[in-house]
């Protein structure tokens, strides 16, 4: 800021005023032009704490096979919650979790449209009714279209682990969360597959996989069914690589948290094994045989029957 005084003004002024008015004037110690000077103002920047995340995923004590992670991305003080758990008592433990944070819950963030990514938003939402619900408005569309004939399904064999009620996000404007002032960017909105999307977190080169990216289970493929559809899923997976990111937290795993990028490898290489067996099965159960010997041991044997039945046209599937 610059600040320039000029006197001469002031010294006329007072020289002709009449002396009753004399007493407010002061006379200049320096009649001299004055030199121009710098003011130099230092604003302190506020400083932003790094984000942390937690995973809470059910592991081995899944309900029929979908270990759907949590991941709860934390600030200094607030924290944004992305997914919200399959089960009532599942999202009850969810919420113990994000208690013993000590961070005020901001969001609420659910990357799909499918009951394991949303059904715990009841519970959620009644421990913390002031947090933003929000998804993408195809995710949003998703979930209206299909939530009560979801719950058709699933209610009896969840029991008292349905929800009492279908709680529908609002539509999220735009492609970013934010947490404490730092973004967290969801990507896949402008491609073919915008329901299927992940959430990059650059301050931490971190990804939450979603629906796109799984570990250490038989990937669910009952909803892809065309060649092209797997061609958009390897084209986001690609993306992923392409922003290389230290960690990528799988949508679904069994096991151990699987470090750096071996999710999406696992993942790419799972997509194009089933592609490659399905062609030369003959039928669903020749299928499955296929993928065990190729995956022995590999949890979440349903999501591999049911996605068999549907490859191989045993079984329709929307």
């Known amino acids: 800021m610059r600040t320039t005084r000029r006197f001469a003004p002031l010294a006329v002024a007072c020289a002709l005023a009449p002396p ?8 200049p110690t320096s009649l001299q032009p004055p030199q121009e000077t710098t003011m130099h103002q230092h604003i302190p920047q506020p400083q932003t704490a790094p984000l942390t995340v937690q995973v809470f995923n059910p592991g081995e004590d899944a309900v029929f096979d979908f270990a759907v992670s949590s991941v709860l991305v934390e600030g200094k003080r607030e924290a944004l919650l992305i997914d919200a758990q399959f089960l009532t008592a599942r999202a009850g433990k ?12 901001t969001t609420i963030y659910i990357s799909h449209g499918d009951p394991d990514f949303y059904f ?25 279209a299909t939530s009560q004939e979801k719950l058709k399904i699933w209610g009896p064999r969840l029991g008292e682990n349905a929800p009492k009620r279908i709680v529908v996000p609002q539509p999220l404007v735009g492609d970013t969360l934010t947490l ?18 992940f959430v990059w977190i650059p301050s931490i080169k971190t990804v939450a996989g979603g629906i796109p990216v799984v570990a250490g289970e038989h990937v669910w493929m009952a909803d892809t069914q065309t060649p092209q559809s797997h061609a958009q899923w390897q084209a986001t997976l690609e993306r992923i690589k392409g922003l290389a ?22 993942t790419a290489g799972y997509i194009r094994a089933f592609d ?10 020749e299928l499955v045989a296929a993928l065990q010997r190729r995956y022995p041991g590999l949890g979440g044997a349903s999501a591999l029957e049911l996605s068999a039945k549907v490859a191989k046209g045993e079984m329709a599937w929307k």
């Open 276 to 285: 490659e067996e399905t062609a030369k099965a003959a039928n669903a159960a």
């Open 120 to 144: 715990g938003l009841d519970t959620l939402h009644s421990a913390f009714p002031d947090a933003k619900i929000v998804a993408t408005p195809q995710v949003v569309a998703h979930i209206e």
């Open 94 to 105: 969810l919420v113990e979790q994000i208690r013993a944070s000590g961070k005020h819950l």
């Open 20 to 27: 009753v008015l004399l007493g407010g004037c002061r006379t």
């Open 180 to 197: 404490e002032g730092q973004p967290l960017k969801v990507i896949g909105l402008d491609g073919p597959t915008p329901d299927r999307s």
């Open 245 to 266: 990111p230290t960690r990528v937290i799988p949508g679904h795993f069994g096991g151990a948290l699987p470090p750096g990028l071996e999710a999406v490898d696992f």
